[in-house]
C-alpha cells in the first residue's frame, strides 16, 4: 500500500473515530433514535439565533465600543454573530449604537424597512431608551422606539462590550423561546458576565474657596497698529480674556477681514461664534495667526435685532461658509455674499433657530417619515446631455465612519463634486452646556464630542477656558497626570484612525484594524484604571483632576511602561503592513492632494494640517500643561497627500510615548506632600458679568476651541464649540475633485473625522 492510501486510511479511521464519539453522545442524549425530534419554529428560531447577520451601523459613541466587541478580545463572531454586513437587505440584526436626532430618524427608519424579516434590534446605550444625556436637547429623539421597535435594551453611557455580548446572548434566548415583547438588560445581570474587579474610586472634590486676590494671565496693553490699519471701519473696541476685539460695522466685514489677512498676518480663522443679546445680534470672528497662535484679535460684528444681517467672511476666509451656515441655522443671522446660506445641522423643515432668545422648545416640529417620489432635488438631477451622475454615499455607510451623507457627482469615474452633508448626529452641545452649570454639569458632556477615547483631550479644551475665566490656577502635580492620560487618549485616537483608514484602502476587516484595537484594548485598560471609564472619563476637574493615581502606584506604572516597551516593535508592525505596502501607496501617494495655503484657508489643524507641511501645534504654540516643560517634536510632512497624513499620526504616536514615559518618570518621583491634585475652586462659579474668553487645545483632530460669555450666574450665557473635524471635513471636496471613487474614501478616511465633534 502507498504512503498516500496509507495516511488516507488513517485520517478516514480517525474521521470514525471523532463520527463515534459524536454518535455515542448523541445516543446518551436521544436514545438510540436517529432522529432529532423537534418542532418546525424551535428549529427556526435555533438556526436565527445561532447565526444572526449583524448590520454594520454606527450612529454615536457607543458605535467605538460596538467595534470592539467584534474585534480580538471580545470576537463577537464566536457567538453566532459574525462579521457585520454593510447592506441592510444583508442582514437581520441591526444594534442601534447612540444618540437618534430628528434630522437621521428617517434615514434609519428606512434602514430599517429594508432588511428582511423577521429582523431584531438591540438598542445600545442610554440614548436608545430616553435620549440619554441629551434628552432636553431640541433635536434628540427621545429614545429608539419612537421610530423602530427594539427587542432588547442594553443600558450604559456606553455599555462596555461584555454588556453588548451579553445583550446579544439575550437576543439569542428570546429568538430560540419566540419571544416579542422588548426587554432591558438588568444591571445585576452584567455583574455576573463580567469578570471585572468591582473597585470604587472616590471623588475627592476641594470646597474650599481661595480667597486671595487672583492676577489676570494677559495683558490688555492697547494695539494702536491694529487699530490704525483698521482705521474707520471700527466703530468701537472690547476686551476678551484671551485677546482684544475690535467692533466693525456690518456692511464692512470682508474690507475688514482682508486688511487683517494680508497686512497683519492673520491668515488662520478659528472660530466664528453667532449669538443674541436683549439689544442685537453679534457675530464673533476668532482670528490667529498660523505662525504665531498666541497673537489673537477678535473681530465683533453687531447687527439689529429686527434685521440681523451683516457681509460675509467667506470671501476672505473659506472656512467661514460652514460657520455662518452654522450661526444662520441654530441664532438666525443673514449673511450677504455668502454662497449657499442654508440650514447646514438641522432638518430644512426645522421652523425657528433654536439658540435664539424668542426660539420656542415646545413648538411641535415636522419629521417626515414617508418616502418622497424621488429624493433628488431637481439641481442634483444630470442634465440630459450630460456625461455626470449624482450619487448618494450614505448617512449609512461603512465608509463615512459615522452618519455623515456625500452628494456625490461623477464624471465617469472620477469624481466632478462632492458635498457634505452633516447634522445627522447633532445633539445640542452647546444649549445643553448653556443649561448647565460651570462647576459640576458641564464637563461630563466634552467626552461625547470626540468620543473615539479623545475624551481626556476634550476635557481639557473646556477646563482650559473656564480656568483661564475664573482665574483658577492648577497645581503643577495635576498638570502632570493631565499631560500624561491626554497624550494616552491621543494614542487611542491615533490608533483607531490608522485601523479604520486601512479598512477604508485595503477593505481588510481582519488585519490592521484588529491589530490596532487590539493595541487600543491596552490603553483603554490604563485609562480604566485611571478614571474608572474606557471611553467617557469625566477625570478632569476645575483646578485639576477627580482622583490622584490608582494604587499601588508602582503597579500602575508598570503597566504603562510595559506598554511603551512594547510600542516601538507594534509601530514597526504598523510600518510594515501599512507604510511599506506598495499597494497602499499606490493608493495613497500623491492621493487627496491639500495644499498648504488651501489647508489655512479652510482653517484646517491637526495632523490635517501638519501633514500639508504646517507646523502648528498648540501643545508648543500655545503652552498650556507640562508640556513646555518636556522634550518632544512637533511633526510635520510635506507630502500634502493620504499618504502624509498617516505618517504624521504614526509618528505622532511615537512623540506622544517619549511624552508619557517623561510624565511617568516625573509622577514616580514626585513627593508625596506635594501631590496636590486641585487647587481651592469655589463650590459655585459666577465669572464676572459680560466676561468673555475663547481658549482652545491641541486635540487629538486638531484644534478643540471653546468660547464662552459669563451674565453673572454659574451658567455660561453663550457656550460655542470650535470643532477641529467641522472645519477639516470643509477641505474634502478640494481634496477630491478629478480624483477616483476609492480616492474620495481614502481621503475621507485620511481626515479621521467623528461625527460626534463634527456636528456637536
Same mark, same amino acid.
Given at each position: 500500500?502507498?504512503?498516500?492510501?496509507?495516511?488516507?486510511?488513517?485520517?478516514?479511521?480517525?474521521?470514525?473515530?471523532?463520527?463515534?464519539?459524536?454518535?455515542?453522545?448523541?445516543?446518551?442524549?436521544?436514545?438510540?433514535?436517529?432522529?432529532?425530534?423537534?418542532?418546525?419554529?424551535?428549529?427556526?428560531?435555533? /438556526?436565527?439565533?445561532?447565526?444572526?447577520?449583524?448590520?454594520?451601523?454606527?450612529?454615536?459613541?457607543?458605535?467605538? $465600543?460596538?467595534?470592539?466587541?467584534?474585534?480580538?478580545?471580545?470576537?463577537?463572531?464566536?457567538?453566532?454573530?459574525?462579521?457585520?454586513?454593510?447592506?441592510?437587505?444583508?442582514?437581520?440584526?441591526?444594534?442601534?449604537?447612540?444618540?437618534?436626532?430628528?434630522?437621521?430618524?428617517? &434615514?434609519?427608519?428606512?434602514?430599517?424597512?429594508?432588511?428582511?424579516?423577521?429582523?431584531?434590534?438591540?438598542?445600545?446605550?442610554?440614548?436608545?431608551?430616553?435620549?440619554?444625556?441629551?434628552?432636553?436637547?431640541?433635536?434628540?429623539?427621545?429614545?429608539?422606539?419612537?421610530?423602530?421597535?427594539?427587542?432588547?435594551?442594553?443600558?450604559?453611557?456606553?455599555?462596555?462590550?461584555?454588556?453588548?455580548?451579553?445583550?446579544?446572548?439575550?437576543?439569542?434566548?428570546?429568538?430560540?423561546?419566540?419571544?416579542?415583547?422588548?426587554?432591558?438588560?438588568?444591571?445585576?445581570?452584567? $455583574?455576573?458576565?463580567?469578570?471585572?474587579?468591582?473597585?470604587?474610586? /472616590?471623588?475627592?472634590?476641594?470646597? +474650599?474657596?481661595?480667597?486671595? $486676590?487672583?492676577?489676570? &494671565?494677559?495683558?490688555?496693553?492697547?494695539?494702536?497698529?491694529?487699530?490704525?490699519?483698521?482705521?474707520?471701519?471700527?466703530?468701537?473696541?472690547?476686551?476678551?480674556?484671551?485677546?482684544?476685539?475690535?467692533?466693525?460695522?456690518?456692511?464692512?466685514?470682508?474690507?475688514?477681514?482682508?486688511?487683517?489677512?494680508?497686512?497683519?498676518?492673520?491668515?488662520?480663522?478659528?472660530?466664528?461664534?453667532?449669538?443674541?443679546?436683549?439689544? &442685537?445680534?453679534?457675530?464673533?470672528?476668532?482670528? +490667529?495667526?498660523?505662525?504665531?497662535?498666541?497673537?489673537?484679535?477678535?473681530?465683533?460684528?453687531?447687527?439689529?435685532?429686527?434685521?440681523?444681517?451683516?457681509?460675509?467672511?467667506?470671501?476672505?476666509?473659506?472656512?467661514?461658509?460652514?460657520?455662518?451656515?452654522?450661526?444662520?441655522?441654530?441664532?438666525?443671522?443673514?449673511?450677504?455674499?455668502?454662497?449657499?446660506?442654508?440650514?447646514?445641522?438641522?432638518?430644512?423643515?426645522?421652523?425657528?433657530?433654536?439658540?435664539?432668545?424668542?426660539?420656542?422648545?415646545?413648538?411641535?416640529?415636522?419629521?417626515?417619515? #414617508?418616502?418622497?417620489?424621488?429624493?433628488?432635488?431637481?439641481?442634483?438631477?444630470?442634465?440630459?446631455?450630460?456625461?455626470?451622475?449624482?450619487?448618494?454615499?450614505?448617512?449609512?455607510?461603512?465608509?463615512?465612519?459615522?452618519?455623515?451623507?456625500?452628494?456625490?457627482?461623477?464624471?465617469?469615474?472620477?469624481?466632478?463634486?462632492?458635498?457634505?452633508?452633516?447634522?445627522?448626529?447633532?445633539?445640542?452641545?452647546?444649549?445643553?452646556?448653556?443649561?448647565?452649570?460651570? +462647576?459640576? *454639569?458641564?464637563?461630563?458632556?466634552?467626552?461625547?464630542?470626540?468620543?473615539?477615547?479623545?475624551?481626556?483631550?476634550?476635557?481639557?479644551?473646556?477646563?482650559?477656558?473656564?480656568?483661564?475665566?475664573?482665574?483658577?490656577?492648577?497645581?503643577?502635580?495635576?498638570?502632570?497626570?493631565?499631560?500624561?492620560?491626554? $497624550?494616552?487618549?491621543?494614542?487611542? #485616537?491615533?490608533?483607531?484612525?490608522?485601523?479604520?483608514?486601512?479598512?477604508?484602502?485595503?477593505?481588510?476587516?481582519?488585519?490592521?484594524?484588529?491589530?490596532?484595537?487590539?493595541?487600543?484594548?491596552?490603553?483603554?485598560?490604563?485609562?480604566?484604571?485611571?478614571?474608572?471609564?474606557?471611553?467617557?472619563?469625566?477625570?478632569? &476637574?476645575?483646578?485639576?483632576?477627580?482622583?490622584?493615581?490608582?494604587?499601588?502606584?508602582?503597579?500602575?506604572?508598570?503597566?504603562?511602561?510595559?506598554?511603551?516597551?512594547?510600542?516601538?516593535?507594534?509601530?514597526?508592525?504598523?510600518?510594515?503592513?501599512?507604510?511599506?505596502?506598495?499597494?497602499?501607496?499606490?493608493?495613497?501617494?500623491?492621493?487627496?492632494?491639500?495644499?498648504?495655503?488651501?489647508?489655512?484657508?479652510?482653517?484646517?489643524?491637526?495632523?490635517?494640517?501638519?501633514?500639508?507641511?504646517?507646523?502648528?501645534?498648540?501643545?508648543?504654540?500655545?503652552?498650556?500643561?507640562?508640556?513646555?516643560?518636556?522634550?518632544?517634536?512637533?511633526?510635520?510632512?510635506?507630502?500634502?497627500?493620504?499618504?502624509?497624513?498617516?505618517?504624521?499620526?504614526? *509618528?505622532?504616536?511615537?512623540? #506622544?510615548?517619549?511624552?508619557?514615559?517623561?510624565?511617568?518618570?516625573?509622577?514616580?518621583?514626585?513627593?508625596?506632600?506635594?501631590?496636590?491634585?486641585?487647587?481651592?475652586?469655589?463650590?459655585?462659579?459666577?465669572?464676572?458679568?459680560?466676561?468673555?474668553?475663547?481658549?482652545?487645545?491641541?486635540?487629538?483632530?486638531?484644534?478643540?476651541?471653546?468660547?464662552?460669555?459669563?451674565?453673572?450666574?454659574?451658567?455660561?450665557?453663550?457656550?460655542?464649540?470650535?470643532?477641529?473635524?467641522?472645519?477639516?471635513?470643509?477641505?474634502?471636496?478640494?481634496?477630491?475633485?478629478?480624483?477616483?471613487?476609492?480616492?474620495?474614501?481614502?481621503?475621507?478616511?485620511?481626515?479621521?473625522?467623528?461625527?460626534?465633534?463634527?456636528?456637536?
Amino acid at each position: 500500500m502507498s504512503s498516500d492510501n496509507t495516511q488516507s486510511t488513517q485520517e478516514a479511521r480517525m474521521g470514525e473515530g471523532v463520527d463515534a464519539r459524536f454518535n455515542s453522545k448523541l445516543r446518551e442524549a436521544f436514545g438510540s433514535s436517529p432522529f432529532i425530534l423537534t418542532k418546525f419554529d424551535q428549529f427556526m428560531n435555533w /438556526v436565527r439565533g445561532s447565526s444572526m447577520f449583524m448590520l454594520q451601523f454606527g450612529i454615536a459613541c457607543c458605535s467605538i $465600543e460596538m467595534m470592539h466587541t467584534y474585534a480580538v478580545k471580545h470576537d463577537l463572531d464566536r457567538f453566532g454573530a459574525g462579521v457585520p454586513r454593510a447592506s441592510p437587505r444583508q442582514a437581520d440584526v441591526i444594534i442601534v449604537p447612540g444618540t437618534i436626532v430628528s434630522k437621521f430618524a428617517p &434615514r434609519m427608519k428606512r434602514v430599517y424597512d429594508q432588511m428582511p424579516e423577521p429582523k431584531f434590534v438591540v438598542g445600545m446605550g442610554s440614548c436608545t431608551i430616553s435620549g440619554g444625556p441629551f434628552q432636553e436637547g431640541y433635536n434628540v429623539i427621545k429614545g429608539a422606539e419612537e421610530v423602530i421597535p427594539v427587542d432588547i435594551h442594553v443600558p450604559g453611557c456606553p455599555p462596555r462590550p461584555e454588556a453588548l455580548v451579553y445583550g446579544i446572548a439575550k437576543l439569542q434566548e428570546r429568538i430560540a423561546n419566540g419571544e416579542t415583547s422588548p426587554v432591558t438588560v438588568k444591571p445585576y445581570e452584567l $455583574e455576573q458576565f463580567s469578570e471585572l474587579d468591582d473597585d470604587e474610586l /472616590v471623588q475627592h472634590l476641594a470646597d +474650599r474657596i481661595d480667597e486671595e $486676590e487672583l492676577v489676570m &494671565r494677559y495683558d490688555w496693553a492697547e494695539s494702536p497698529v491694529l487699530e490704525a490699519l483698521l482705521g474707520d471701519h471700527v466703530i468701537g473696541r472690547e476686551r476678551h480674556r484671551n485677546a482684544e476685539a475690535f467692533v466693525v460695522r456690518p456692511d464692512e466685514v470682508q474690507d475688514a477681514l482682508f486688511l487683517l489677512r494680508d497686512e497683519a498676518g492673520f491668515d488662520h480663522c478659528s472660530c466664528v461664534t453667532a449669538q443674541e443679546y436683549e439689544d &442685537r445680534y453679534e457675530s464673533i470672528y476668532h482670528l +490667529r495667526k498660523y505662525d504665531d497662535p498666541t497673537q489673537e484679535v477678535g473681530v465683533v460684528v453687531p447687527t439689529a435685532t429686527d434685521a440681523p444681517v451683516s457681509e460675509s467672511a467667506e470671501p476672505v476666509y473659506r472656512t467661514a461658509d460652514w460657520h455662518e451656515r452654522e450661526a444662520y441655522d441654530l441664532v438666525g443671522i443673514d449673511y450677504d455674499d455668502h454662497p449657499q446660506l442654508e440650514r447646514i445641522l438641522l432638518p430644512e423643515t426645522w421652523q425657528g433657530h433654536p439658540l435664539s432668545l424668542d426660539y420656542d422648545q415646545e413648538q411641535p416640529q415636522v419629521v417626515t417619515f #414617508s418616502e418622497h417620489a424621488n429624493p433628488l432635488n431637481e439641481d442634483q438631477r444630470a442634465e440630459a446631455d450630460s456625461d455626470t451622475m449624482f450619487v448618494n454615499i450614505g448617512p449609512h455607510h461603512p465608509a463615512t465612519h459615522g452618519v455623515l451623507h456625500l452628494k456625490t457627482t461623477l464624471d465617469g469615474e472620477q469624481v466632478a463634486d462632492v458635498e457634505s452633508d452633516i447634522g445627522y448626529l447633532h445633539r445640542c452641545e452647546e444649549q445643553i452646556c448653556q443649561n448647565s452649570t460651570y +462647576r459640576h *454639569q458641564i464637563m461630563p458632556y466634552p467626552d461625547r464630542w470626540d468620543y473615539i477615547s479623545a475624551g481626556i483631550l476634550n476635557e481639557w479644551a473646556y477646563a482650559r477656558a473656564a480656568e483661564d475665566m475664573a482665574d483658577i490656577d492648577v497645581p503643577e502635580y495635576a498638570q502632570v497626570i493631565r499631560t500624561m492620560s491626554a $497624550e494616552l487618549c491621543r494614542i487611542a #485616537s491615533h490608533m483607531l484612525a490608522l485601523g479604520t483608514f486601512a479598512l477604508d484602502v485595503y477593505g481588510d476587516f481582519t488585519a490592521i484594524f484588529m491589530y490596532a484595537t487590539r493595541d487600543r484594548e491596552v490603553v483603554q485598560n490604563i485609562l480604566e484604571d485611571l478614571t474608572g471609564q474606557r471611553l467617557m472619563f469625566n477625570y478632569l &476637574r476645575l483646578g485639576g483632576v477627580a482622583w490622584d493615581l490608582p494604587e499601588p502606584r508602582e503597579e500602575f506604572f508598570e503597566s504603562i511602561r510595559d506598554f511603551l516597551e512594547d510600542l516601538p516593535e507594534k509601530l514597526e508592525e504598523y510600518h510594515d503592513l501599512v507604510t511599506s505596502n506598495e499597494i497602499f501607496q499606490m493608493r495613497c501617494v500623491d492621493t487627496g492632494v491639500l495644499e498648504p495655503e488651501i489647508a489655512k484657508s479652510y482653517g484646517a489643524t491637526g495632523p490635517v494640517a501638519r501633514g500639508s507641511g504646517i507646523d502648528y501645534d498648540l501643545r508648543r504654540d500655545d503652552p498650556y500643561g507640562y508640556y513646555d516643560e518636556l522634550d518632544w517634536d512637533v511633526i510635520t510632512e510635506e507630502g500634502c497627500d493620504n499618504y502624509a497624513r498617516v505618517l504624521v499620526r504614526l *509618528q505622532e504616536v511615537e512623540e #506622544s510615548a517619549k511624552i508619557i514615559e517623561q510624565c511617568v518618570d516625573l509622577l514616580a518621583e514626585w513627593p508625596e506632600e506635594d501631590r496636590t491634585i486641585q487647587s481651592n475652586v469655589p463650590r459655585t462659579l459666577k465669572p464676572d458679568p459680560d466676561t468673555e474668553i475663547y481658549r482652545s487645545v491641541e486635540g487629538a483632530k486638531g484644534e478643540l476651541g471653546i468660547y464662552m460669555r459669563s451674565d453673572g450666574t454659574e451658567k455660561p450665557a453663550r457656550f460655542k464649540i470650535r470643532s477641529p473635524c467641522f472645519s477639516n471635513l470643509q477641505t474634502l471636496p478640494e481634496m477630491s475633485q478629478g480624483e477616483y471613487i476609492p480616492d474620495l474614501i481614502a481621503s475621507l478616511g485620511s481626515l479621521d473625522i467623528v461625527l460626534g465633534e463634527v456636528d456637536r
